[in-house]
């Protein structure tokens, strides 16, 4: 099984800073991952696939990069509304797998 | 409009059977390439992916967790089902059902419902 690793476990920022998280696979997933943000109290939301694809009405501060075992998600100018738990998942091999999330706060 | 929503008890004693409702609209589980998943989420921990169900009737567990769960949908009624047997209060958490599309990642999900195993 492929382990996803996050880190770092939490980001401490302040709005208006750029947000940098890194996700690594145990072994290459090649481009099939997708990014998640999840709010307190709330499902998660789908931000990225396919690596760096945006999903549907994502905002385009959000981005996504890399490929193989390591990937990053760039949050350009942070927002208010962007502090939150961000979990990538891996959907090359099976189970499909998710990391143990970052915290980005204040 | 894609929507999912969980339906199911909120509380089960251990040793028992969960039995969870997915119930959908938006979309059909007879569509090509359409499967609906469940994942769960123990209070403050990450996200763990239990099972797949696809249009064609095609079904994926969790590795750890296959003995314990079935997984099955009534496309008329756009209904996923997903039961858990044996419950245990490691497994309180609240469950998410969502959607996918072709590739295994989740596009859409439902609110949650959160399940407490307790005496």
């Known amino acids: 099984e492929v382990v996803m690793t996050q880190s770092p476990a939490t980001l401490s920022v302040s709005p208006g800073e750029r947000a940098t998280l890194s996700c690594r696979a145990s072994?290459?997933?090649?481009?099939?991952l997708a990014w998640y943000q999840q709010k307190p109290g709330q499902a998660p939301r789908l931000l990225i696939y396919g690596a760096s694809t945006r999903a549907t009405a994502i905002p385009a501060r959000f981005s996504g990069s890399g490929s193989g075992t390591e990937f990053t998600l760039t949050i350009s100018s942070l927002q208010s509304e962007d502090f939150a738990v961000y979990y990538c998942q891996q959907y090359n091999n099976w189970p499909p797998a998710f990391g143990q999330g970052t915290k980005v706060e204040i | 409009q894609i929507t999912l929503k969980e339906s199911g008890p909120t509380l089960v004693e251990p040793t028992q059977t969960l039995t969870l409702t997915c119930t959908f609209s938006g979309f059909s589980l007879s569509t090509n390439a359409v499967a609906v998943g469940w994942i769960r989420q123990p209070p403050g921990k990450a996200l763990e992916w239990l099972a797949l169900i696809y249009w064609d009737d095609d079904k994926r567990y969790s590795p750890s967790l296959k003995s314990r769960l079935t997984i099955t949908k009534e496309t008329s009624k756009n209904q996923v089902v997903l039961t858990m047997t044996n419950m245990d209060p490691v497994d309180t958490a609240t469950y998410y059902c969502?959607?996918?599309?072709?590739?295994?990642?989740?596009?859409?999900w439902g609110q949650g419902t959160l399940v407490t195993v307790s005496s």
């Open positions: 072994q290459s997933v090649y481009s099939n």
């Open positions: 969502a959607h996918l599309y072709s590739e295994n990642f989740f596009d859409y």
